[in-house]
């Protein structure tokens, strides 16, 4: 199996000379972009009408947990 290459040799030496900070801004900021080029999404309706299956869960419930979700996903 071929190993495929996840940082270029360029990017690499960029890596090495970043503090901290900086490091942890890139990595924070090349994940997000690798989230989105595999097209990672949630569909909110959807997971609102799944969770109203649960017993249990009413609708107050659910848009309270609708509201937190909601805010992760801001973030």
Not at 4 to 28: G, N, Q, S, V
Not at 44 to 70: D, H, Q
């Amino acid at each position: 199996m071929a190993k495929k290459e996840i940082i270029d040799r360029e990017t690499y030496k960029k890596i090495k000379k970043m503090d901290r900070e900086t490091l942890t801004h890139f990595i924070l900021q090349y994940g997000d972009e690798l989230l989105g080029t595999q097209g990672k999404t949630i569909d909110l309706p959807a997971l609102e009408a799944e969770l109203s299956k649960i017993k249990g869960i009413g609708g107050k419930r659910l848009n309270e947990i609708m509201v937190v979700i909601e805010k992760f996903l801001e973030e």
